[in-house]
């Protein structure tokens, strides 16, 4: 088990260096750093003796060596176009994006679930076909179309629920949550539905394609054959076997919501991390770019990691000399 | 010559049979699937539809001169109150023809979507053979790269593409370059899948016997790729590239949607998507509508073309 | 003469499929006493496995059966409601499946997988499911069953697992097992032991067996009785000894000619030439002729029937006087 994780540690560490040697082109090649955070009108000699200052003449290992130090520090320079460090912005915005990733999460693993396993159990039925049917329209809808659809007829028609930002946040001091008031609640809603449709599919769709598989194995067969109720098969005997392949996808499928998250957050102006990188984006904001490139790459390697652990606890097999 | 012709002439008749009972087996199937038919239909009229655009659409939007803001808001099937021209699913903000402007952005849209996956193939299944037929370090390699890659969404990785594109491209040619540095961004996002798929035929295949007695001929390692290897990837390569098609298309509209795609001088589907989004509150649904429709029917016809392929073409599935 | 534990009538399942339908079992007749071996023998395809899941309700969609019963015990068994049949499986017949790899769910312990089993049919505490768990799996002859109870599946050995196998399906003493291939899948060496234990064990409860396999010189050692199947049919039933020594279906013939023998008489291993049809394509008339040497007229225009031609052995072969179309 030690073994096992020390490995995948190692893995984590390699792919975190890769990203953040991607990381570090972007921010030292893309645009000229002095010239977006000066200006152009300084003097050409200033602007050297500020190159040296920042040590943009030194070799590119050291430069590099250097950036990766201070990424570990949670360094990442200033924002060009907000002139605030990145690290402060990316984590004043980071719990409206992780508020929103989490209850879709939540929505795509239970209903994801839930219809999978209707589906595979009663697949004759026309509840099954037509659940199947949306399944493929709503792969085929993009996520920001399905956002304005929910914004049109719930905020436009019915006037239900609010149309765009997180309502009145409540300030625990570290963390800025919209959990605690009537209007974050409401707001939440929408965002988190349309973000969490397509992992709700993918999800639903993998469970359904598992399970029928294991529906099919001997020893679901034998189970039968010795008269063990249809609850216990159904849901004692494959549905834990089902589950194993759906943690993984599951798992990592998180780390998609947190990205997927931009274009939610920009359909509904959510303040959060993915609309700071998009508008980043648009203005070539390159130590926000780097930085949340960092940031990606590091939530994916956790769950990547948290994953495998898990599989490590629910596949007995895995345990011995694995 | 004589000694050749008896046994290249029963090789050819195979080959010819063998197409004949693909293209019957394939066509059969798709008789059977109204789904399929409908949605050939639909996705062949709106490739149609964006291919002839310049000479079937009712107005020309892009053209400044033609233009006439008096036309703003004339809302579906009906004539504009100042001149009288009709327009079947209304005008937007500037008085531009939605029907046209959809011709027009479908269009931008379907060349993206093509070429991104064009791009996506060559890249994807030049490293798939790659991968697959040399093994070893450029296997792990190439697959190491590919799983990183796949681990995060296309979009996150086409959005970065971008951005960088947008930092090293001077900016008095970005707007001409954005279509391409748009390609470039979706093509490069994808490729992956291919090369995953691609490795695993070419190592299925490598290990076959007549791959080493190509080798052991002395025949040529891209000969025996090109020959003997490619035609046997073909076909999941296309079932790939079909619902690859269908994702391109939403990554190209969701770009442009977020504003990060086309110019708005040249709108495809997502941009017009983009633009009716400000009128939605306002009651001229229509500037929004009828892209999105357009938008649905595109990248769902498309798709389930895709899963149709995928059925079709592997037998174990029937 | 006791009534015997399972009587099988007329028996025909069939599956619907897009070319028409085909028919998997065609007028099976037959009967287990209690405590008795029936060997079922045949090739792959013969409706053999077909025949045990038939008799436990397990016939895969869409198959389904067509004609004939099923009486366990007197009562009739193959149109029982599926909460009633749950409580024949297990209970009242037992089944054991040939590849001991794949029959135990790997992401549970052995116990929870037996206790759980138990707990189904009898009423019994956990604790005393768990006792009476190690003491059949000490029975089947687990070594330190009381600790390696507790393992996983993968934790054990093929052999090993069969014999977990086996005590699954005789955890509720059942007066019935249907055992699959039981040793098909395992090591030669030990498939003589598995054989041993699971007759031990039902010899112990007084269970009667229905031996499903391919491998005649397991039914020579074990069996009582024996049926061989053909094309979903029976070809010919009777005592082992006498169909063994004396075979009546030209096709039993052959079979017994496939048996190895230790004795002196190098009598020559008869080969059956060609290959069994399949069941879309069986030929009118007795559904081996196109293979026997015997045949004749009659046997490509009449499909014989099972029929009695001494007390206790039925073939299905117009040789034979007596015999009836069926």
């Keep these: 088990m030690l073994a096992f994780i020390i490995r995948r540690l190692a893995q984590s560490v390699l792919v975190m260096l890769v990203v953040a040697l991607i990381a570090f082109a972007v921010f030292r090649y893309v645009g000229d750093p002095i010239a977006s955070m000066v200006g152009v009108d300084t003097r050409l000699a200033d602007q050297e003796i500020m190159r040296e200052r920042l040590g943009l003449n030194d070799p590119v290992v050291v430069q590099f060596l250097r950036f990766i130090g201070n990424a570990l520090q949670g360094e990442f320079g200033i924002s060009y176009r907000l002139q605030q460090p990145v690290t402060e912005l990316i984590l004043s915005r980071l719990p409206a994006t992780i508020e929103l990733a989490f209850a879709s999460a939540m929505i795509a693993l239970i209903f994801g679930v839930g219809l999978g396993v209707f589906t595979a159990l009663k697949p004759r039925s026309p509840a099954s076909a037509l659940v199947m049917a949306l399944s493929l329209i709503g792969v085929s809808l993009p996520t920001f179309l399905i956002g304005i659809g929910l914004i049109y007829i719930f905020s436009v028609e019915l006037g239900w629920l609010p149309s765009f930002g997180r309502g009145q946040v409540v300030d625990l001091g570290w963390w800025r949550t919209g959990l605690l008031t009537e209007s974050g609640l409401k707001s939440l809603i929408l965002p988190a539905i349309t973000l969490s449709l397509f992992q709700l599919t993918l999800i639903m769709r993998l469970v359904r394609s598992e399970m029928l598989e294991v529906l099919r194995t001997e020893y679901i067969r034998f189970a039968r054959a010795r008269g063990l109720s249809q609850r216990a098969i159904n849901f004692g005997h494959a549905l834990k076997n089902t589950l194993v392949p759906v943690i993984t996808i599951t798992g990592l499928q998180l780390g998609s919501v947190i990205a997927f998250a931009i274009v939610t957050e920009t359909v509904f102006q959510w303040p959060g991390v993915g609309s700071l990188f998009i508008n980043s984006v648009q203005v070539v904001d390159v130590p926000v770019m780097a930085a949340y490139l960092m940031f990606i790459a590091l939530v994916f390697v956790v769950i990547n990691l948290i994953v495998d652990i898990l599989y490590y606890v629910v596949d007995p097999r895995l345990r011995v000399g694995g | 010559m004589t000694d050749i012709t008896p046994r290249a002439a029963p090789g050819r008749t195979r080959a010819r049979l063998l197409r004949r009972a693909l293209a019957s087996d394939i066509f059969y199937s798709w008789r059977r699937s109204p789904v399929t038919v409908i949605a050939s239909v639909v996705a062949l009229a709106l490739i149609l539809m964006a291919v002839l655009a310049p000479w079937i659409a009712p107005y020309d939007p892009f053209n400044p001169a033609s233009l006439n803001l008096m036309e703003g808001f004339t809302p579906p099937a009906s004539e504009s109150a100042f001149t009288g021209n009709y327009f079947l699913m209304g005008t937007d903000n500037q008085g531009r023809d939605v029907l046209s402007t959809i011709m027009y952005g479908s269009r931008i849209s379907l060349f993206v979507g093509f070429s991104a996956t064009v791009l996506s193939i060559l890249i994807g299944v030049s490293l798939g053979l790659a991968a697959g037929y040399n093994g070893g370090a450029v296997d792990s390699t190439i697959m190491r790269v590919a799983d990183v890659q796949l681990s995060f969404p296309a979009i996150l990785i086409a959005l970065l593409i971008f951005g960088v594109a947008r930092g090293v491209i001077p900016p008095n040619r970005q707007e001409s370059m954005a279509v391409w540095v748009l390609i470039l961004a979706i093509g490069l996002a994808n490729w992956a899948q291919f090369a995953r798929t691609v490795r695993g035929a070419t190592m299925v295949e490598r290990q076959k016997d007549y791959v080493s007695a190509a080798k052991i001929m002395g025949v040529h390692p891209a000969l025996i790729l090109l020959r003997h290897i490619l035609p046997n990837v073909t076909g999941p390569v296309l079932v790939i590239g079909t619902i690859g098609l269908a994702l391109a298309i939403i990554e190209e509209a969701t770009l442009s949607y977020l504003g990060v795609g086309v110019p708005p001088t040249q709108p495809s589907l997502g941009t017009l998507i983009r633009i009716g989004q400000q009128f939605l509150f306002s009651g001229e649904w229509w500037i929004l509508f009828f892209p999105g429709v357009t938008l649905v029917l595109l990248a769902l016809s498309v798709n389930l073309l895709g899963d149709w392929l995928r059925d079709a073409l592997n037998p174990k599935l029937r | ?326």
């Design chain 3, 1 to 326: 003469m006791a009534d015997p534990i399972l009587s099988v009538r007329d028996l025909t399942v069939e599956f619907p499929t897009r070319h028409g339908i085909l028919t998997a079992l065609s007028g099976v007749s037959f009967d287990i006493m209690p405590g008795e071996v029936l060997g079922v023998v045949g090739e792959s395809g013969a409706g053999k496995s077909m025949t045990g899941s038939a008799v436990i309700g397990l016939i895969d969609r869409p198959g389904r059966i067509a004609k004939g019963e099923i009486h366990l015990q007197g009562e009739r068994i193959d149109n029982l409601p599926e909460e009633r049949m749950r409580g024949v499986r297990g209970k009242r017949i037992g089944m054991i499946f040939q590849d001991p790899l794949t029959s135990l769910n790997p992401l549970y312990r052995i116990s929870e997988q037996i206790v759980e089993t138990i707990r189904t049919h009898l009423p019994l505490s956990k604790e005393a499911a768990r006792a009476k768990a190690v003491g059949l799996l000490d029975r089947v002859g687990i070594p330190d069953a009381a600790r390696r109870i507790d393992d996983y599946p993968h934790q054990f050995s093929g052999g090993m697992r069969q014999r977990v196998v086996i005590a699954l399906a005789l955890c509720a003493e059942p007066d019935l097992v249907i055992a699959d291939e039981p040793t098909t899948a395992l090591d030669v060496s030990v498939q003589a032991q598995i054989i041993d234990v699971m007759k031990e064990l039902c010899a112990e409860t007084g269970a009667a067996i229905m031996l499903i396999t391919h491998d005649m010189g397991v039914i020579a050692e074990t069996a009582d009785r024996v049926a061989v199947m053909y094309a979903g049919r029976i070809a010919e039933i009777g005592p082992v000894r006498a169909v063994i020594k004396d075979a009546k279906h030209p096709y039993s013939a052959g079979l017994m000619g496939a048996i190895p023998r230790m004795s002196a008489d190098l009598e020559r291993l008869v080969q059956i030439p060609g290959a069994m049809p399949r069941l879309s394509a069986i030929p009118p008339g007795c559904p081996f002729n196109p293979r026997c040497p015997h045949v004749f007229d009659r046997c490509l225009t009449h499909r014989p029937a099972a029929s009695e031609i001494e007390p206790g052995r039925r073939v299905a072969c117009w040789l034979y006087p007596g015999v009836q179309e069926a």
